[in-house]
């Protein structure tokens, strides 16, 4: 048989051979590297906006795509952000509303690789035309200065501001406010304060871009004439006891206003005012106390007519060394102890009042020997009684010698018997 014949006659065989070949193939290939479904979520992006036109409303940022690959392009899939793209095209589209198909491409260097679906598939998007106006800074100031004082002429920097924004949000701007409350004000405020756009029921704008984003304002408050800011100083009388001294002197307020009918009178004041004395007399404590102001015939105090001295007094701080026995506690009854040194040097420190009323019998220096079996310990003697505000600064020697002893027996002593004579 001629090898053209062989050849036709087989042929059939040998192309089922092939078929079978590549489907065992094609098997093998997937069940090494199967085929998986992912769903991933894509940024979605608006193409070809017009910059004179602005997209208003709930806009979805992103879009969830599934896709079906091969395990290992998958992936390589998801290690790159850039892998699926997302967009609507809203180029040349006119105000309005609009229901736009999203677009999905997926990035040609992953093959092969197929997109089951895209929730959602079409977005509504409204488009609005991009309005910018000019608005003058409304400033409104609530409150009132200190008694005594008064505003002068409220500024501001910038007048006025550029506000963009959709078209149907710009339009409903009525003012643009800044708002600042100067109560009780006693100097010039300078601040920056954020600035607002209503509508007209006084209702906040969202939605729209203000440039600058506030405003400095300076609002200037200035003394009325007749009235004067003095400092207060306060005078004392006496001194506190033996052993105590003054630490500190606050008043509340450091400043008060006074008021003539003749603005010469305030004007010649030195620039304070003096309290009625406080006596410090034998004082041994702080003191909390009102007084009045001591003014000139002619000036009033403003507001309150009194003011709050606080005087601190502390007891002046001294050393003292006392020798003292060392006593042993804990110790068993059949046990004595012997102690070298008996007698240790305790150095206090305190109020020098309450250590000149220090005696021996206040305070108490021990060793614990609880638990301690017959033999020779080293031991740090303690302080474990002592009077308040007194410090225990050191225990010399630090360490004591205690040993521990059977206690020795009692001597019997013989009770002579009571006779009487005739």
């Not at 920097?157 to 959709?166: D, F, N, R, Y």
């Not at 019998?361 to 060793?367: G, L, P, S």
Request: charged content about 15%; overall charge negative.
């Amino acid at each position: 048989m001629s090898p053209l014949r062989w050849l036709v006659s087989n042929l059939s065989t040998m192309i089922l051979a092939l078929v079978l070949a590549v489907v065992v193939w094609i098997s093998a290939v997937t069940a090494a590297n199967p085929n998986i479904e992912q769903t991933r979520s894509v940024p979605l992006d608006l193409v070809g906006l017009d910059p004179d036109m602005l997209v208003v409303g709930n806009v979805p940022t992103q879009v969830r795509v599934t896709l079906e690959a091969p395990s290992s392009v998958m992936d390589s899939m998801s290690a790159s952000e850039k892998a699926v793209q997302a967009w609507v095209d809203i180029s040349g589209l006119e105000p309005g509303n609009h229901d736009l198909e999203v677009q999905v491409q997926i990035n040609p260097s992953y093959r092969p690789v197929r997109r089951s679906s895209v929730i959602p598939e079409i977005v509504s998007i409204t488009l609005e035309p991009l309005l910018t106006r000019t608005y003058p800074v409304n400033l409104k100031v609530t409150g009132d200065p200190a008694v005594g004082y008064q505003k002068g002429r409220l500024s501001s920097e910038p007048s006025s501001v550029t506000i963009s924004g959709a078209a149907s949000l710009v339009t409903q701007i009525e003012e643009v406010n800044a708002s600042m409350d100067i109560s009780g004000a006693t100097e010039t405020i300078e601040r920056d304060l954020a600035l607002v756009a209503v509508d007209q029921n006084g209702e906040p704008v969202s939605g729209v871009t203000i440039i600058p984003l506030d405003v400095s304002v300076t609002q200037p408050i200035f003394l009325q004439g007749g009235y004067r800011n003095v400092i207060v100083r306060v005078v004392t009388t006496g001194q506190p006891a033996n052993g105590y001294k003054l630490t500190n002197i606050t008043v509340s307020p450091l400043n008060v206003v006074v008021f003539s009918s003749d603005p010469q009178l305030v004007n010649d004041l030195p620039g304070y005012v003096e309290t009625e004395p406080v006596d410090l007399t034998d004082a041994v404590d702080d003191i909390d106390t009102y007084v009045v102001i001591n003014l000139p015939e002619g000036v009033t105090m403003v507001g309150d007519q009194f003011v709050l001295v606080q005087v601190s007094i502390a007891a002046i701080e001294g050393s003292l060394t006392m020798s003292l026995p060392v006593i042993p506690i804990g110790l068993l009854p059949i046990h004595t102890a012997v102690i070298s040194p008996e007698i240790v040097d305790v150095i206090l420190s305190g109020p020098v009042p309450v250590l000149d009323t220090l005696t021996p019998d206040d305070i108490r220096v021990v060793v614990d020997v609880s638990d301690l079996e017959l033999g020779i310990y080293q031991l740090e003697p303690i302080v474990d009684i002592i009077p308040d505000r007194i410090i225990v600064e050191a225990v010399l020697p630090s360490t004591v010698e205690v040993e521990i002893i059977i206690a020795p027996t009692p001597t019997p002593t013989t009770t002579p018997v009571a006779t009487s004579q005739p």
